[in-house]
């Protein structure tokens, strides 16, 4: 990670800008109650219309200026360019340095990898196909999902999954295979469903998931995920399971067991056109493979959620930070966590909230500023998850004091 050590230098004048670098302003953390952690400074940065933040720190006399992980931007040469140039301004007397931008290029798998790897936001604003869908959820190897592109180059696919190097692996055969018709995206798919339209995917499929024994919460399979299956899938097309876990299959089989309508199919050891290696493996030790196809027999006409994530009214930010604390307030169904607050020097009732809150598996960090009593998300607002909606709608009650 790139950052500045140095051990003096002159104050940061705002605004300020030099090297097409622009310097908006300062922010010094407030000593939370009941925090022992030390004051430190949010620097705020535009550079090519990408605002973000750098977070400078002191100790016994030596300052380090580092980027704040919260605001993380691409490409990471604007990061260093704007502490070269926050170097630049106030004189420092550099100690170390890993920020010399002269080398700097962007890889060609990098460039071949965003063809293919996208963010969650694309999703939710960019994304449009006349295709048909089919969703794989934890592609592993990428074995299935590469065999399926191959064979049905009109559909388009979906790879989710968590895993980086599984997300490393596919992306090198899809280059490799010269594959154009899978789209890998590093979710939670319990979230991205939420995002897609009802009744437009052809197939799902999610081969031996974590088992999850010991915190079976943790499963992707819940009344939950099998609902929101059941609306984004066509009429007669399939959520396919496939497991070696004799309770996965058990807790699954309760599950569909209780939808109000549906399909269930039960297969052992049937055989499919690719396999992987660990199920290979699997065979050669005789273990028995689940596999549980439940066909969607409805229609559902459900419009995905729409949220704007505006704050309404004016904020005290003052008499914010003296009522609130670190601890977290957790619902059923989302939490908020406010973990630092800081105050904008020079201005009016304006100020920087750090925080995480929404979903338990998928927790959302940002910043809340406050300019004026106005409050806004610093950078992108959140995507609109339904436990996203339900915390901002906490947070807008919380700075509003109501």
Known sequence: MPHIVFKQNNNLKIPSSIDGVSFDFIAKSYNIKNSKRSSEYKIAVTKNNQQFLLTKKNKNDVNMIKYDKTTRISPVSFVKDAMNAYSKLTNANVLFTNTNTSTTHINDQIKTDEQYLKNIEYIVNEFQTNKSIQI???????????????????????????????????????????????????????????????????????????????????????????????????????????????????????????????????????????????????????????????????????????????????????????????????????????ENMFDILNQTNSGLIKLTFGNFNRPLNKYIIINNGKASYFQDKPIPTSSNIKAHKHLKKILNND
């Open 136 to 338: 794989e959820i934890g592609f592993g190897s990428g074995k299935h999902i590469l065999y399926q592109a191959k064979q049905n180059p009109n559909v388009q696919f979906f790879g989710l999954e968590i895993h980086t190097p599984s997300i490393e692996q596919l992306l090198k055969q899809i280059k490799i295979q010269n594959i154009a018709n899978i789209i890998v995206i590093n979710y939670d798919a319990r979230l991205f469903m939420e995002f897609i339209k009802s009744n437009s995917v052809d197939s799902i499929f999610v081969h031996f998931p974590v088992p999850w024994d010991k915190k079976p919460h943790r499963r992707i399979y819940s009344n939950e995920f099998v609902n929101e299956a059941l609306r984004v899938l066509k009429k007669n097309a399939t959520l396919e399971l496939r497991t070696d876990s004799k309770k996965y299959f058990d807790y699954s089989i309760s599950l569909l067991s209780n939808l109000n309508s549906g399909k269930i199919i039960i297969d052992i050891n049937k055989d499919l056109d690719i396999i992987s290696k660990y199920e290979k493996r699997w065979r050669k030790q005789e273990k028995t493979i689940y596999d549980i196809v439940l066909k969607c027999q409805e229609e559902y006409d459900i419009p995905i959620q729409k949220y704007n994530f505006d704050f309404e009214g004016e904020v005290n930010f003052d008499a914010f930070t003296k009522s609130i604390t670190t601890k977290a307030i957790v619902e059923k169904d989302y939490f908020i966590h406010i």
